[in-house]
């Protein structure tokens, strides 16, 4: 004999009854929280405050400088020049030939002949170098561009358009020669010029 209860659907649960059942619904994923960006207020400096700065440093160069031109009034401009005057010495100290003892200083070769004593001043007449004294070759040779002098300083080479000028010289009162470069002899013997180094002051007799 058939069970009557089998078939059936399990009745449902009365509320009031003992007996409870939960069921656990499915945990969602929660959402990562944005995470809160905080922007510094001293990694990025503000941009009216670094104009002003610069606007003040411009100002206080401007008026710096100012002050400088304006304080350099109160110190003199005088330029210092070496003395024009050379003290060459006895003519007893001077043998025959060319002497450069004075070259640097004076920036005059002193050359003693046989009758006589003058100064070369040392500046070429092509575009003012300084000749230098080659006793080997028994010459003047200007470094800058070739320009030759024979030891009375005539040019016989290179681009050089006359000969060498000649320093004042005379002797003092103890029989010292003093040389002037303020005043010098030329000689233009290609401009069928006066011959100024056999006037009085071009040399000194011995």
Same mark, same amino acid.
């Given at each position: 004999?058939a069970?009557? @209860?089998?078939?059936?659907? *399990?009745?449902?649960?009365r509320?009031?009854?003992?007996?409870?059942t &939960?069921?656990? %619904?499915?945990?969602?994923?929660?959402?990562?929280?944005?995470?809160?960006t905080?922007?510094?207020?001293? /990694?990025?400096?503000?941009?009216?405050?670094?104009? #002003?700065r610069?606007?003040w440093? +411009?100002?206080?160069? =401007?008026? /710096?400088?100012?002050?400088?031109? =304006?304080m350099?009034? $109160? $110190?003199?401009?005088?330029? =210092? @020049?070496?003395? &024009?005057i050379c003290?060459?010495?006895?003519?007893s100290?001077?043998?025959?030939? !060319?002497?450069?003892?004075?070259?640097?200083? +004076?920036?005059?070769? !002193?050359?003693?002949?046989?009758?006589?004593i $003058?100064?070369?001043? %040392?500046?070429c &007449?092509?575009?003012? +170098?300084?000749?230098?004294?080659k *006793?080997?070759?028994?010459?003047?040779? +200007?470094?800058c561009?070739?320009?030759?002098?024979?030891?009375?300083?005539?040019?016989? @080479?290179?681009?050089?358009?006359r000969?060498?000028?000649?320093?004042?010289?005379e002797?003092?009162? /103890?029989? #010292?020669?003093?040389?002037n &470069? /303020?005043?010098?002899?030329?000689w233009y013997?290609?401009?069928?010029?006066?011959?100024?180094?056999?006037e009085?002051? %071009?040399?000194?007799?011995?």
């Amino acid at each position: 004999m058939a069970n009557p @209860e089998e078939g059936r659907a *399990p009745a449902p649960l009365r509320a009031g009854s003992g007996a409870t059942t &939960t069921t656990a %619904a499915p945990s969602k994923p929660q959402p990562a929280a944005p995470v809160a960006t905080k922007k510094s207020s001293e /990694s990025e400096p503000d941009p009216g405050k670094v104009r #002003r700065r610069i606007i003040w440093t +411009c100002i206080w160069g =401007f008026l /710096s400088a100012n002050l400088l031109m =304006f304080m350099r009034f $109160f $110190f003199p401009r005088a330029l =210092f @020049e070496p003395s &024009t005057i050379c003290d060459l010495g006895p003519p007893s100290d001077y043998l025959l030939g !060319v002497s450069d003892r004075y070259k640097q200083r +004076c920036r005059i070769y !002193v050359v003693r002949e046989p009758t006589r004593i $003058f100064a070369i001043f %040392a500046k070429c &007449t092509h575009l003012g +170098c300084t000749p230098d004294w080659k *006793p080997s070759e028994n010459k003047f040779k +200007c470094p800058c561009h070739g320009s030759g002098y024979t030891p009375e300083g005539i040019n016989f @080479e290179g681009p050089a358009p006359r000969p060498m000028d000649r320093a004042h010289i005379e002797l003092d009162s /103890s029989g #010292r020669m003093i040389a002037n &470069t /303020s005043h010098l002899y030329s000689w233009y013997k290609s401009q069928g010029g006066k011959d100024e180094f056999e006037e009085p002051g %071009a040399y000194i007799s011995v």
